[in-house]
Structures are given as structure tokens and as C-alpha cells.
């Protein structure tokens, strides 16, 4: 069984950059395709970012496409999302999450293993 802890939020302005993380441990996160989820006040939690295993086919909410780009490093068991031209909407919690797959493909649901998450806060 794997544990997620992220890492890396918090308050910015408008136009600004975070590099959120998340740490895999009991399991090496290599096993999981991941995906980040966000989910602010009010609303559903959505997907923003999913990655394959291996790291090569990627997938990203047209919200965020070409602000933010996922990542990962299977030696460090890390998966990352880094988020530029920040905005006010963006303002949710952030989850990393894991599933099984039998595919190296990225997925945007079905996920059973989810961090606690991480508050980011854009302000105007």
C-alpha cells in the first residue's frame, strides 16, 4: 500500500509560481499512475494533471493547459506539479492521488489512494 504526503502550497499572488510535491512511501510510486486533483470551496473536486507510470504520456485539464506541468522521478518516488501564470481561480486544496493500471497510460479517474492535500491560495 502506498502513502501520499504533499507538499509545496501556499499563498502567492497573481502571475506567480508554486512547485507542488508529493512523496510516496510503503510502495514504490513507480507501480501507480498518478494524477493531481484540486478542489476549492464550494465545488467538486477536479481533475488538473495525470501522468502514466512511466512518465511519458501526460494529460492536463484545459484550465491549466500550458500554465502547469507534471512530472515525475520514480528514484526519488516523487511525483510534482509545477503551476506558473497562477490565478485567483486556481485557489483549492491539491491532492495527489494513485492507482493501479495494468497500462502505462495516464488515467483520470478511478483513483483509491489519495494524499491529505495542500492548500494554494492565489491572490488578485
Known amino acids: 500500500q502506498v502513502q501520499l504526503v504533499e507538499s509545496g502550497g501556499g499563498l502567492v499572488q497573481a502571475g506567480g509560481s508554486l512547485r507542488l510535491s508529493c512523496a510516496a512511501s510503503?510502495?514504490?510510486?513507480?507501480?501507480?499512475?498518478m494524477g493531481w486533483f484540486r478542489q476549492a470551496p464550494g465545488k467538486e473536486r477536479e481533475i488538473v494533471a495525470a501522468i502514466s507510470r512511466s512518465g511519458g504520456r501526460t494529460y492536463y485539464a484545459d484550465s491549466v493547459k500550458g500554465r502547469f506541468t507534471i512530472s515525475r522521478d520514480n528514484a526519488k518516488n516523487t511525483v510534482y506539479l509545477q503551476m506558473n501564470s497562477l490565478k485567483p481561480v486556481d485557489t483549492a486544496v491539491y491532492y495527489c492521488?494513485?492507482?493501479?493500471?495494468?497500462?502505462?497510460?495516464?488515467?483520470?479517474?478511478?483513483?483509491?489512494?489519495w494524499g491529505q492535500g495542500t492548500q494554494v491560495t492565489v491572490s488578485s
Open positions: 492521488a494513485a492507482r493501479i493500471a495494468y497500462f502505462d497510460y495516464y488515467y483520470t479517474s478511478g483513483y483509491d489512494k
Open positions: 510503503g510502495r514504490t510510486v513507480s507501480y501507480y499512475p
